[in-house]
């Protein structure tokens, strides 16, 4: 077993997934436990000393050749403290959740936000890799952002920049769980895309969307206008051109305000890959600011459901 080993913690909603992560960003072993989140905060932090025993168990390594943890949580931390300052979806507010697990196992412990490691895996490992300067969207239920600068997370001065989903593109516009009207992730998220698919069908009764649903516009997911798009149907081409230019608008700002050298797109939708970043990189190439310079790539993450793994783990090497 190699030395110097990594565990990377990706702290979900429903699952707390860890893994054994060599310097170079190589995933060598990976568990997943549920994170039982409705029993509170000391459940949590027993859940993460749980999934690091298991994964000692699966992996087979020394703790003498373990350097650190890294914790990816999906809210607002202090990451010189360990402190989880606010979690929207997970019942922890104010809570170290480094301690228990530096005097259990003896090592630095580091957490941050999950998709700032996402986007710090990209960096190192994955699509922006070799870059000093990139930037990383996750397409899902909102639209989260990591920032990377000079090969590290830009935190802000208080832990909490990066929340790329709030970027405002429509002014009075669809309601946001923020509080703000017309955020960018109610139009580019997956839970955006679903919206404006079932207002289209809604609106046109003739499009073969229906009929890929069964007529039931619950069953509408992030597939639906694309796969509808592919068997020829002009509703589900209007749908996706419609999702593109929103998603267009956010890339551009963002590629406007940093000029990363690599902008990765990852998330679900992601994996529609050409289909959705060869029309998104013409909509950028026609807007953006900036002429006669070296320019921003678009590419899709490589990384998956690791990508929040791999970054956790960095965070310590």
Same mark, same amino acid.
């Given at each position: 077993m190699k030395k110097n080993l990594l565990i990377g913690i990706d702290l979900g909603g429903t699952n707390i997934a860890a893994g054994l992560v060599s310097e170079s960003g190589e995933v060598l072993g990976k568990v997943s436990i549920p994170t039982s989140s409705e029993r509170g905060s000391e459940s949590i932090i027993e859940g993460l000393s749980e999934a690091c025993e298991v994964l000692q168990k699966e992996a087979g390594f020394d703790r003498a050749d373990l350097?650190?943890?890294?914790?990816?949580?999906?809210?607002?931390?202090?990451?010189?403290?360990?402190?989880?300052?606010?979690?929207? &979806?997970?019942?922890?507010? &104010?809570?170290?959740?480094?301690?228990?697990? !530096?005097?259990?196992?003896?090592?630095?412990?580091?957490?941050? &936000?999950?998709?700032?490691? @996402? @986007?710090?895996?990209?960096?190192?490992?994955?699509? @922006? !890799?070799?870059?000093?300067?990139?930037?990383?969207?996750?397409?899902?239920?909102?639209?989260?952002?990591?920032?990377?600068?000079?090969n590290k997370i830009y935190s802000g001065f208080n832990g909490a920049a990066g929340e790329v989903g709030h970027l405002l593109v429509q002014l009075d516009g669809r309601q946001c769980g923020c509080g703000r009207k017309g955020c960018w992730e109610t139009y580019a998220s997956a839970t955006g895309l679903i919206k404006t698919t079932r207002e289209y069908m809604q609106e046109h009764p003739e499009t073969a969307m229906w009929e890929l649903v069964g007529n039931d516009l619950e069953k509408v997911s992030g597939r639906t206008a694309f796969d509808a798009m592919r068997k020829g149907d002009e509703g589900g081409k209007a749908v996706v051109d419609i999702y593109i230019k929103h998603l267009a608008a956010g890339v551009i700002d963002l590629i406007n305000i940093f000029q990363p050298e690599v902008l990765c797109v990852g998330g679900g939708i992601s994996n529609e890959g050409d289909t959705l970043l060869n029309p998104l990189q013409k909509l950028v190439d026609e807007a953006r600011y900036t002429r006669g310079v070296p320019q921003t790539t678009i590419k899709r993450a490589l990384l998956g459901n690791d990508a929040g793994i791999v970054g956790a783990a960095m965070l310590g090497a």
């Open positions: 350097k650190a943890i890294g914790i990816g949580v999906p809210g607002m931390m202090d990451p010189d403290t360990g402190i989880v300052i606010f979690c929207p &979806n997970i019942p922890i507010e &104010n809570v170290d959740l480094t301690a228990r697990l !530096k005097e259990q196992w003896g090592v630095p412990v580091f957490v941050n &936000n999950d998709a700032n490691c @996402a @986007a710090l895996a990209e960096a190192h490992v994955g699509s @922006a !890799k070799d870059t000093s300067n990139a930037i990383c969207i996750t397409l899902g239920t909102g639209v989260g952002g990591g920032i990377i600068i000079d």
